[in-house]
């Protein structure tokens, strides 16, 4: 008889705090999957003090995870959610975020058998839930075809809330980066020999207005300081110009 821990496939994280509106939009998409037995969920929580915590442990279903407790931030909270995770997969969903179909798990099927991590695209939405395109369509970010080290050299080029990886794949977010820890841990992940899967759905629905886009300049100071540490001094200079050109047209 298959266990509890072996039966579940994908764990999806979720770290929260004091926003009780983005966590009921989150619960909802992933209480409606289609596949919601093969799914735990792993809610981080940094000591709410709105009804977030009480919320949560109403949409719990069995075999999920659940912790309110202080931390250092953000991608201190994501740690934690790989620690507690007890899926073959790991996919970061913050509160807010969503999965775009209710039966994305079930498309991604096929991708779960023979890839390491699966990317694919991200609609941006509004904080009412109203769709306003893709990240490919309404940004200068295009998601590339393939995905490999290389093309982080354009900057964060696909959301983290849009790529699955397995979890002993899945490195430790670096706490010395405070806003772009994501684009540090996404060349980590890259780096490493992993089938790279591009499914070509649309996997997340990211609200906007989160931390990077608040504190722009920090985090495009943290992305150029990460960027030289992968990639050289040269490749840096040469990419940040290619980026601030495709943002002049």
Known sequence: MQSEKESILLSIITVTRNNLAGLKKTAASINAQTARNLIQWVVIDGKSTDDSIEFIKSQQKQGDYFVSENDRGLYDAMNKGIAAAQGKFLWFLNAGDILFAEN????????????????????????????????????????????????????????????????????????????????????????????????????????????????????????????KQNFGWYKTIWAHFLILLRAAK
């Open 104 to 227: 994305i798990v079930q498309l991604l099927n096929p991708f779960f058998e023979n890839a390491d991590m699966i990317y694919g695209e991200t609609m941006l939405t509004t904080q009412e839930g109203k769709n306003i395109g893709t990240r490919s369509e309404q940004t200068t970010r295009k998601l590339p075809q393939k995905l490999n080290l290389g093309s982080m050299l354009g900057g964060m080029v696909v959301n983290h809330q849009s790529v699955i990886i397995k979890k002993v794949f899945c490195p430790e977010f670096n706490l010395n980066w405070k806003i772009a820890a994501d684009y540090d841990w996404l060349c980590n992940v890259l780096k490493q020999d992993i089938k790279v899967k591009n499914s070509w759905l649309i996997h997340s629905g990211f609200e906007l207005g989160g931390l990077s886009s608040k504190k722009k300049k920090e985090s495009w100071k943290e992305r150029f300081l990460i960027m």
